[in-house]
């Protein structure tokens, strides 16, 4: 199938790594829905720099973590774009501190947002994806889903939550052609990591061997690939992009 007649939706595309995402996909020609939650200025911004690449491009405002948002937000990209091939499920925040300071609302809505809102995107989707002939989902985890971290009990939760969701998804799709992978980004300059200490980013910086954070681009490479013909044979998977920081 041509790029240009693929269409992704990529969740949290207003900012840092979804942004990326979604301007990546558009270079290789894919029409792109972006979602965001509150940043409608900056998105039409991103929509307006993707029709510059020549491809269809809509910016669809939604909290992820609510499900009948959810709803509304595949409906309207079903009523603009014929088909759903691609979904990115990228959207997601943090709210650090160590377990004895962590409010249980910190708890709650990172695990509402960061894994119950990829389960609802994924549920939404999958009868959207399931027309498509070989559909793809990419699920955005993270090292700290993978290896825990200080003070993001809530967030790493939510993030090895993906990976199992993920997992289990793939069984269930394979049949219908659809893959679904997860990328695990290390430490990636966005805002998410701009909150975080010159200190706790020198520190990262030693633990990985490449020596240096990723920037976005890293990421949304290895996404590209995982939805384009070349990864057919890949499901269930989990790529880090961490420099090697969870060898
Ligand atoms: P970011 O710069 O803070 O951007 C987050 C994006 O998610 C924004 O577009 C934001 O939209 C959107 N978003 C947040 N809550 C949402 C909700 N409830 N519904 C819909 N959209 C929502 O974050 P980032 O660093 O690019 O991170 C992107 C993904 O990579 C996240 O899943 C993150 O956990 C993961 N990750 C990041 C790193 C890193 O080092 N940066 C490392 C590992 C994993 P608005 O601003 O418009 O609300």
């Known amino acids: 199938m041509e790029n240009n007649k693929k269409y992704a939706l990529v969740t949290g595309g207003s900012a840092g790594i979804g942004k990326e995402i979604a301007l990546e996909l558009a270079r290789s020609g894919i029409n792109v829905a972006i979602n965001y939650r509150k ?7 991103i929509v307006e720099e993707m029709k510059s690449l020549g491809v269809e491009a809509i910016a669809i405002q939604a909290d992820v973590s609510k499900y009948e948002e959810v709803e509304n937000l595949l409906k309207k990209v079903n009523e603009v774009f014929p088909v759903l091939n691609i979904v990115i499920n ?5 709210s650090d501190a160590l377990i004895l300071r962590m409010k249980e609302e910190q708890f709650d809505s990172v695990i509402d947002v960061n894994l119950k809102g990829v389960w609802n995107v994924c549920k939404v989707a999958s009868k959207y994806l399931l027309k498509s002939p070989n559909a793809r989902i990419v699920n955005i985890s993270s090292v700290a889903g993978i290896r825990g971290n200080i003070g993001q009990t809530n967030y790493s939760a939510a993030k090895a939550g993906v990976i199992g969701l993920s997992k289990s998804l793939a069984k269930e799709l394979a049949s219908r052609n659809v893959t679904v992978n997860v990328v695990a980004p290390g430490f ?6 701009e909150k975080l200490s010159d200190a706790i980013i020198d520190e990262a910086v030693k633990h990985i061997p490449l020596s240096r954070i990723g920037v976005v681009s890293d990421v949304a490479k290895a996404v590209k690939f995982l939805v384009s013909d070349d990864a057919s044979y890949i499901t269930g998977q989990v790529i880090a992009i961490d420099g090697g920081l969870s060898i």
């Open 39 to 45: 940043r409608q200025e900056e998105a039409s911004k």
């Open 90 to 94: 990228n959207a997601g925040i943090t």
């Open 188 to 193: 990636i300059d966005t805002e998410m990591t």
